[in-house]
């Protein structure tokens, strides 16, 4: 019954560890501006996001498991996201650069402020949700 | 929590950053450098970035690799009443050239301002994250 009412946070969970990752992408991405040769990578959110949710509901075989010495343990479920290699691509140059570096400063600042108010947004679902659990158990 | 690796990608930028704007200022305080008496005048340095993994896949951070001393000629000025003049009149100066070092002074402060535009925005990311649930 209690995993009904957690539901729809672990879904939220799922999204802010993955825009976490993000940030630290990008975060990358403005530090190496201008390092030479270097290639600007990004996340393809949705794939990692839909890669993510298949993993928790067709898990045969959790990737975290802790030992139980009875037979009336809980096992604990791995819930955390982790981005897979797959969902990290490569940015294209928008401006060929002779040094070959493919950061785009403008497009890094916007994509890291998008990224960011979206991270308070998911934050904000999760506070919003905990304070509706909260009211119901309190049943006030 | 995953997003503290952020300090260490951005940490490592500014320091290099930091670095390249060190090596514009003894370029520039040097720039006006009259050669000694053996002929070596001070030549211009260039920082040379590369990148570091840091932990995983996705962060990757950055460094100094070498600094690299310029191949251009030094510069030859024609000032006969110069003390080190030599005996055609000639003075040999350092081969830096001001423009692009003031150039590369103002990308070197604008990145480092990015990078610590970054490490705020993370930091009031995650002061939110531990308000979660309040």
Known sequence: MFANLTNALDFQAKALVLRADRQRVIASNIANADTPGYVGRDVNFKEAMSAALDESNTSSAPRLTASTSHARH???????????????AYTAQTQPAM????????????????????YEATLRFINGQSKTILSAIQGQ | MSMFSIFNVSGSAVSAQAQRLNVVASNLANADAVAGPDG?????????FE???MGSDASSGVRVNAIKESNEPLRRVHNPSHPSADADGYVTQSNVNPVEEMVNMISASRSYQNNVEVMNTAKTLMLKTLQMGQ
């Open chain 2, 40 to 48: 070596q005048g001070y030549k211009s340095r260039q920082v040379v």
């Open chain 1, 74 to 88: 809980i096992p604990l479920q791995a819930q955390t996201a982790s981005l897979g290699s797959n969902s990290l």
């Open chain 2, 51 to 53: 990148t570091v993994p």
């Open chain 1, 99 to 118: 040094d070959g570096n493919s950061v785009d400063m403008d497009r890094e600042r916007a994509n890291f402020v998008d990224n960011s108010v979206r």
